[in-house]
């Protein structure tokens, strides 16, 4: 099996082939999505809500997002394999960026790393880079920064903050950021993001003109069933099956169906 490579996933968006991503955090999941042939496998800090129950990102810990990132990598054999920078593991300097980053390489056998943030965070990008780590940005909605921004909802939707946002993106690919992923901001934007960057955007409620996608595994399987955003498609109802299975075993342990002859030793 071919590995695909930051250098493949920039071939395909110079070939306009579209990127697939999800998320993963352990390796049961990793397994199926790369089986079924997903571009990128993202260990995001969104484990901290969906696998943690934590209301943010910024709890999660760097031992935890290597724990996560060593049980993904484990069962991958073609996906490339990014791991997000937790909050608290870079903002202090470009040091400690490296550091961190070093310990996810080292210890999770990843691929790449990704950064929320543009100017703010330039320094540690270029740090991360110099080590011969690829980096991706990640712009627009940045979780880490919800205390600042407030809410959840759509960002850069005024000129200041898209102006800045088209800035940073350019920045980060100047820097050398192998890909940018866009969340939660107007399509139009992210359109223009796309092409004014000749790396590859990568969008999670950024419309479709970008040069590929992005969702939470678990959003998309239909498992964190109170979470309906507009951009998310739901392209299964775990959370239905999942349910029906274990009433349907609650019931054969209660009824003594289960186990049956030929279930026992
Ligand atoms: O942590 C995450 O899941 C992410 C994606 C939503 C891009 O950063
Ligand atoms: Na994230």
Redesign the pocket.
Known sequence: IKKVTTHQIQAMKDRGEKISML?AYDYSMAKILDSAGIDII?V????SNVMAGNET?LPITLDQMIYHASSVVKAVDRSLVVV?LPFGSYQGNSSEALRSTIRIMKESGAHAV?IEGGAEIKESVLRVLTAGVPVMG?LGLT?QSIYKFGTYTVRAKEDEEAEKLIADAKLLEECGCFAI?L?KIPAKLAKKVAEVVSIPVIG?GAGPDVDGQ???VHDMLGITKDFKPRFLRRYADLDNIMTDAVKAYIDDVKSNDFPNEKESY
């Open positions: 998320t993202l995001g800090d969104s484990a990102t997000d990704k990640h979780p992923v969340e999670i992005v969702l939470v």
